[in-house]
């Protein structure tokens, strides 16, 4: 006895997964490749050393670097600090550097103040987001959000 009803059943299935398999394989199943190996990186959220050196507070930072292998024109890179919350996630932080002119290609350039300052040592949830809108080859261009690889317990409450 068989667990498939006829021969046939099991004919049809062969054929039916060998089209799937030769699909696969079309040029229509082809992922088109980028136009330019542009990139950010987002470092996850920390308590800054700097800041607490510096200005004698705590606070959270979130550090993001962007690099493209093509000319950059007015670059405006922003990076966002978000606090996780029981029903919505809040913005807490937001900053955008506008680099005016042209960045060279393969430039890297890095986004290093956005943070905000600790109000108390509750332990909290945070993490970040980066993107950012240029022109390449006179085409304004814009990235996706790019999030932080974890959300990161810190002591601080804002």
């Not at 962007?66 to 809040?90: A, H, M, P, Q, W």
């Amino acid at each position: 006895m068989s667990i498939f009803p006829n021969k046939f059943f099991l004919a049809n299935l062969a054929i039916v997964c060998v089209l799937i398999s030769l699909s696969q394989n079309t040029s229509a199943s082809q992922v088109t490749p980028p136009l330019t190996k542009c990139y950010i990186r987002v470092d996850n959220p920390h308590l800054s050393k700097s800041l607490k050196r510096l200005k004698g507070f705590d606070a959270v930072k979130v550090n993001a670097v962007s690099t493209c292998d093509r000319d950059l024109v007015n670059l405006k890179f922003t990076v966002e600090i978000k606090k996780k919350g029981f029903l919505r996630d809040y913005e807490i932080a937001e900053r955008t550097i506008d680099f005016g002119g042209v960045i060279p290609a393969n430039k890297r350039v890095a986004h290093k103040g956005t943070w905000v300052r600790c109000e108390n040592s509750r332990a909290s949830r945070y993490y970040g987001i980066a993107y950012a809108k240029g022109t390449i080859d006179g085409i304004n261009v814009q990235t996706l959000p790019v999030i932080t690889e974890k959300i990161v317990l810190l002591p601080c409450g804002t």
